[in-house]
């Protein structure tokens, strides 16, 4: 079966799994999803039991490609990208009290659950290029957390050099050691002498430079790539299964920020899993909790808070919801894209907001929430959460139905990644892992540049394979 794939912006081309891998971004502004999601039935679902993490991985993410990519070159990806987590179960259970699960997501390379759609994404990129016979060039910008995903999914794969800018001083010191201390020949990390905005907008005017574009194949690992999506959608059915799917529901608490984590918990939904609640839990930059709760979706700057990879202006993953709430209507998601750029707020209809709020529930918790939380688990239970997976759950714990499903909470983040943080609530320092005890003594390689496009471009020329 062929699977096309359409943007909600209704005027790119369609595409297949593989292209729209390698674009990101359609060329009309919008995010690529598949035309058709084909259901699991309850006798596939049961049949998901017996599987371990790579073979659900397997199966799952089958749904969603098409034959151009060969079912054991598939298995062998997915194998490789599991493999360097450090958990037996990859995605471990933790329970905390008699309802609620942490779901552990942060034994992969850089302790982060971005880890698991990271690890898919940079060896699926380097077997499409190397059957396309290409080379390309991977660049980001990060506040601290997605450049370190990306480095170690990136770093010796032999099609892709891999750039990684960050705001010079203004990362965590385990940050930057986990993106600098990487010195294969193929990842360079550069520190900005500016913000991370900054960052970004260089990230950005390269992209609109077709010419450099083109000559070195630019390519982005962000949160909306697809492939990132699917791979998160696997641990939503494998913890279900753990407590009992598809005979009994679970409902979910979902850390937010670009909706992508979430998105693939409502993707699972689709595919037939069975979920009671999908709870969105936001820190202070609450502006999808304020939208389900008004029906009005308006930006408001960005404040900082103990949760940082929380702390966002816009959701860039629910235009992918909003396509869904309006019908696939291409030209109504472009006109309210517009309208969001001038006016930074759009109205939903009566219709999509009464579609969203069926879908899901939402809380926003403060950064004094968040302390109590993480303070009152460790008198409790002796375990350590990570601030944003704080956010989880004090969000799940609120907004649960009392007497529904299990609740379980997507752990994103180990505890010593925000060390400071975890510290001032609990009075504990959190310990980084046996193979990490070292990070702060490795050498660093890292280029300081100004804040100049310029000098960026010339660097990467000067550097770059492709
Ligand atoms: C990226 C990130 C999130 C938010 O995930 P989204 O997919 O952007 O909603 C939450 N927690 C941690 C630790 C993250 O790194």
New binding site residues.
């Given amino acids: 079966m062929t699977i096309r794939y359409i943007s909600t912006r209704g005027s790119a081309p369609v595409l297949s799994f593989e292209d729209v891998v390698l674009a990101g971004l359609a060329t009309d502004g919008g995010l690529y999803i598949p035309e058709h999601v084909q259901e699991f039935s309850m006798a596939e679902i049961d049949a998901m039991q017996s599987m371990n993490y790579a073979e659900l991985a397997f199966t799952v993410i089958s749904r969603f490609i098409d034959t151009s990519i060969k079912p054991d070159v598939l298995q062998g990806i997915i194998a490789e990208s599991y493999k360097s987590f450090r958990h037996a179960a990859v995605a471990p259970l933790k329970q905390i009290d008699g309802h609620s699960f942490v779901l552990e997501l942060f034994h992969g390379p850089t302790l982060?659950?971005?880890d698991f759609a990271m690890q898919f994404l940079g060896r699926l990129i380097d077997h499409i290029l190397d059957k396309k016979s290409q080379k390309a060039v991977v660049i980001g910008a990060t506040s601290g957390?997605?450049g370190s995903?990306a480095i170690a999914a990136c770093q010796g794969r032999k099609n892709m050099d891999i750039y990684i800018l960050h705001p010079k001083g203004r990362v965590s010191e385990v940050q930057r050691k986990q993106m600098t201390s990487v010195l294969d020949n193929n990842v360079h990390n550069i520190a900005i002498d500016g913000t991370f905005d900054d960052c970004q907008d260089i990230v950005k005017a390269l992209f609109a430079d077709a010419e450099f574009r083109k000559k070195h194949n630019l390519t982005a690992v962000n949160?909306i790539n697809w492939a990132r999506i699917v791979a998160?959608i696997v641990y939503y059915f494998y913890s279900a299964l753990a407590l009992g799917a598809p005979a009994k529901n679970v409902s979910f608490a979902?850390?937010?920020?670009?909706?992508?984590?979430?998105?693939a918990g409502y993707m699972a939904r689709r595919l037939g899993l069975g979920i009671d609640q999908l709870i969105i839990a936001t820190n202070s930059n609450d502006i999808l909790a304020r939208c389900l709760a008004t029906g009005t979706y308006s930006m408001e700057g960005v404040k900082p808070t103990l949760?940082p990879?929380?702390d966002?202006q816009i959701?860039s993953?629910f235009e992918r919801l909003l396509f869904d709430l309006y019908d696939f209507d291409g030209k109504a998601i472009n006109d309210m894209m517009t309208k969001l750029r001038t006016d930074k707020k759009i109205t939903l209809s009566t219709l999509a907001w009464n579609r969203f709020k069926a879908e899901f529930s939402a809380c926003a918790v403060t950064d004094e929430e968040t302390k109590r939380t993480i303070a009152t688990t460790f008198n409790t239970t002796g375990e350590l959460l990570?601030p944003?997976?704080a956010v989880g759950l004090a969000a799940g714990q609120r907004v649960r139905k009392k007497t529904g499903a299990p609740l379980i909470v997507?752990g994103?983040?180990h505890p010593a990644?925000f060390p400071d943080a975890v510290k001032a609530a609990s009075g504990v320092a959190p310990e980084l892992p046996p193979h990490l005890k070292d990070l702060m003594s490795r050498k660093e390689r890292c280029e300081d540049m100004a804040n100049d496009v310029s000098k960026v471009r010339e660097f990467i020329n000067a550097k770059s394979v492709a």
């Fill in positions: 982060a659950f971005k957390d997605t995903a949160s998160q979902v850390p937010t920020g670009n909706f992508g984590d979430i998105y949760s990879s929380m966002i959701s993953n990570d944003h997976t997507l994103t983040a990644k």
